[in-house]
């Protein structure tokens, strides 16, 4: 047992973490109003001061004069309803804003200019959803973003997992003794170092910011 430890003591010894450089964004560069033009309709953003991640917003659409989203903040709103109203913005935001008629049915719920609609009943009017507001009235914009990895050789583990591992390795070692030598106990104990490292990549990959897009002038 004790080799297995060495062994995987010296690989997870070995593990480092190298942060990602940021690259601020010059003033110039986010009082320009085009890069709001460029988010992808869908995206969860937040026009005003409060992050992206703190409000429940989404991007419609932008012209040289206003930007157009659908709000969802404050909202009594079923999780189903909201779900499709999302989805309904990433796949076809222009039925907000459309003076055609237009429709999306998801099951039982339904969305055209009329409202949104839940087994035939009107839960929602357009009005009470998406906001338009003026260019000259937005102070700041920002997204949710995934947050960019490194590259995949790059293990960008913090030292607290590091740590974790190494006090998880040594129970498992306390509590072998002699009764986990071998293949089993190699790759019992490669678990119990690799276990909270392996949990953080994969919940760092779902992780998001709030990033900002642009701010007036």
């Not at 690989?11 to 601020?24: H, K, N, R, W």
């Not at 998801?106 to 009943?121: A, C, L, W």
Request: aromatic share 6%; proline share 4%.
């Amino acid at each position: 047992m004790k080799s297995a430890v060495s062994v995987a003591l010296a690989i997870c010894l070995v593990v480092s973490s190298v942060p990602a450089s940021a690259q601020p964004q010059s003033a110039a560069s986010l009082s320009n109003w085009g890069r709001v033009r460029t988010i992808v309709p869908g995206t969860r953003i937040s026009v005003g001061i409060a992050g992206a991640d703190e409000v429940q917003q989404y991007f419609l659409d932008a012209t040289d004069d206003a930007i157009t989203f659908l709000d969802l903040t404050n909202r009594d709103i079923a999780r189903t309803v909201r779900r499709t109203l999302v989805r309904v913005a990433e796949i076809h935001p222009g039925l907000f804003t459309a003076t055609r008629w237009t429709e999306v049915v998801d099951g039982h719920i339904r969305v055209n200019q009329d409202g949104v609609f839940v087994k035939g009943h009107r839960v929602l009017t357009l009005e009470e959803i998406v906001r338009t507001i003026d260019r000259g009235d937005v102070g700041e914009v920002s997204r949710l973003r995934r947050v960019q990895h490194q590259q995949p050789h790059d293990i960008d583990v913090p030292p607290e997992a590091i740590a974790t591992s190494v006090m998880l390795a040594g129970g498992v070692a306390a509590g072998c003794h002699d009764r986990c030598d071998g293949a089993g106990g190699f790759l019992l104990m490669m678990g119990a170092l690799f276990g909270p490292a392996l949990a953080f990549r994969a919940a760092r990959e779902h992780r998001r910011v709030s990033e900002l897009v642009y701010r007036a002038p």
